[in-house]
């Protein structure tokens, strides 16, 4: 369809150089041509405003200056367009060839699963960084919707050409794992006894400390108590960031994100790189001492106070490692870089790329996008609160439980991960519980699901009655003339399109609404022509390859998602 366009807006453009080269339009050059949907087949299958957007040069009315535009435009020269209409207040829609449909189906059949890619990439090297939860729970529902559109987004950005990348940064050092240490040390000694001890402040409550820990003491029972506090504290930190660490990564591999590299923060720490991180602000002369600490020269960069970064004890702040472990990234030569941050994070990043920028990087090298809250929703439209630190919050492995209960585990992902994905990132997303275990059409992805199922389904029951199924050269695709079929041709060649936009504008919602729209043409087409016809076979085999295209996309656009194309349900 990209191509298309591009081939009519010359078209258009030639059309009114004509009109000005023959004084009938008082312009100098003719604009870009804008195009837009039409409502209904019966308006044409593209549509351009831009007589409109001409009026007020020109100095004409626009249904007027459409009259001109379609003057100078020759039918007979261009086989593309088969006709052209003036609507409205000069609207001018177009009517695309047949040959035009034909030529779009021969595509989607020749690509099979590669139809909808492109090399736009040029397999430059992408990373993709998200989820990166703390080690110190289970991942919640934020953490699932956040997982899901990463993996989504780095699906289409290698459909695209680019050469992308999954990495989790484990944040294993700092505050909130020494934290983590005193929490499981507080649950193992009153497992063994003690009284009157309380989780220190910022530390966890949930259930899963107190279940860790009593595991401890039915592996190990009180041997630690022998140790120093620090030594045991220190050890039991570890041992949580392993526990924890291996829950997530069960998870994520549960709902099918596997990450391409896991990152440490200690790691990082330990190769020196925020010593390196220090250095070369202290070069640049962005850092200065006050009170004991060292700080960064944040208004340097428009930012409206300064932030430290060695605290008076010696040790870094978080900015640090942060800094230290993109410099990382850009070291290991990725050519663009993408965080996909919680709603906790949004002040977190003017500080952080101007960390980048004061490391020299360019300035578009860094990306920051926030996946936004996620809200769930019970049957009677109640709101759960979640806390990790108080322990009363919504697990990602619960919400699949949930899901399995109702539509089986084959379905729970696939529903949960649609559901992640319907809503555009920057906007907050309410899951519905009740709908998501709805198994009807009202179910947005049992909708699809079952438009996959139903194209698998013809073709069985082809192969039943005896259809040999044809190769597309030896079909007589002209039989295809319903309005129906060619709204359905219309919208598979839409599909790359919607991949590029996704990818590129970091979209990924666009994808299940555009499957979505598939299957609302397809499940009416199904109800309304027979495919398979045994009063007309060369109609029902170009039916067939109709069938085949759609199941096709409705599979690739699936597996984008990461979601299921099944073959019955």
């Known amino acids: 369809m990209d191509e298309i366009k591009s081939e009519i807006s010359k078209i258009i453009k030639n059309a009114i150089q004509d009109a000005i080269n023959a004084n009938e339009l008082p312009i100098t050059t003719p604009p870009d041509i804008p195009f837009s949907p039409t409502k209904t087949p019966d308006h044409g299958d593209i549509a351009t405003p831009i007589a409109l957007g001409l009026a007020k040069s020109a100095k004409m009315p626009p249904r007027t200056i459409a009259e001109i535009i379609h003057k100078y435009v020759n039918l007979e020269k261009h086989a593309i367009i088969s006709d052209l209409e003036i609507a409205g207040p000069g609207f001018i829609n177009i009517y695309l060839s047949n040959e035009w449909f034909y030529d779009t189906i021969r595509n989607i059949i020749a690509e099979r699963q590669d139809y909808g890619k492109s090399n736009i990439g040029s397999k430059k090297k992408i990373q993709i960084e998200f989820v990166s939860a703390n080690p110190t729970g289970p991942l919640n529902i934020v953490s699932g919707r956040a997982a899901a559109v990463g993996d989504t987004l780095v699906n289409l950005l290698n459909a695209v050409g680019y050469d992308a990348v999954r990495e989790f940064y484990v944040n294993d050092a700092g505050g909130q794992v020494e934290r983590l240490g005193q929490s499981i040390d507080i649950r193992y000694r009153q497992t063994l006894g003690e009284n009157n001890l309380e989780i ?99 208004t340097d960069f428009g930012d409206d106070k300064d932030c430290v970064v060695i605290r008076s004890n010696s040790e870094y702040t978080y900015f640090v490692p942060d800094a230290a472990y ?24 003017t500080r952080l790329k ?43 492995d619960l919400l699949i439980d949930e899901l399995a209960e109702s539509v089986g585990e084959r379905y729970a992902v696939d529903v949960a991960r649609y559901f992640f994905l319907m809503r555009a990132n920057n906007t907050h997303l309410d899951f519905n519980i009740e709908l998501a275990v709805t198994q009807a059409n ?66 990924v919602h666009r994808i299940p609404h555009f499957l979505h729209e598939l299957a609302g043409l397809f499940h009416p087409y199904y109800n309304l022509h027979r495919v398979l016809d045994s009063s007309n076979t060369d109609r029902s085999y170009a039916r067939l390859i109709l069938v085949d295209c759609i199941q096709t996309v409705l599979a690739n656009g699936l597996n984008l998602l990461g979601i299921s194309a099944p073959e019955s349900m």
């Open 442 to 507: 009202e179910n947005p992805v049992f909708y699809i699901q079952y438009a996959h199922a139903r194209c698998c389904s013809i073709f069985q029951q082809a192969r039943e009655q005896q259809y040999r199924i044809k190769p597309v050269e030896e079909v007589n695709l002209e039989l295809l003339g319903e309005p129906e079929e060619h709204a359905l041709i219309r919208k598979a060649a839409d599909f790359p399109s919607v991949i590029l936009s996704s990818a590129e504008d970091r979209e």
């Open 200 to 298: 220190p402040e910022g530390g966890y409550n949930g259930e899963y400390i107190t279940k860790f820990a009593k595991e401890i003491v039915a592996d190990d029972s009180d041997t630690h108590l022998k140790l120093l506090d620090d030594e045991r504290i220190s050890l039991f930190k570890e041992k949580g960031i392993a526990h924890l660490l291996g829950q997530q990564k069960n998870t994520l591999d549960r709902f099918g994100v596997n990450f391409d590299v896991w990152s440490s923060e200690q790691a990082i720490r330990d190769s020196g790189k925020p010593d390196e991180i220090i250095n070369i602000f202290r070069e640049k002369n962005y850092l200065y001492d006050n009170e004991g600490a060292t700080w960064f020269k944040m």
């Open 354 to 396: 101007n960390f980048v920028k004061a490391l020299g990087l360019p300035d578009d090298w860094l990306e920051i996008d926030i996946i936004q809250q996620v809200n769930l929703v019970d049957s009677e439209g109640n709101r759960q609160d979640m806390s990790k630190r108080q322990g009363q919050f919504y697990t990602l």
């Open 326 to 349: 993109h410099l990382d990234k850009h070291d290991r030569g990725f050519t663009k870089v993408i965080d996909l941050l919680g709603p906790d994070h949004q002040g977190h990043i």
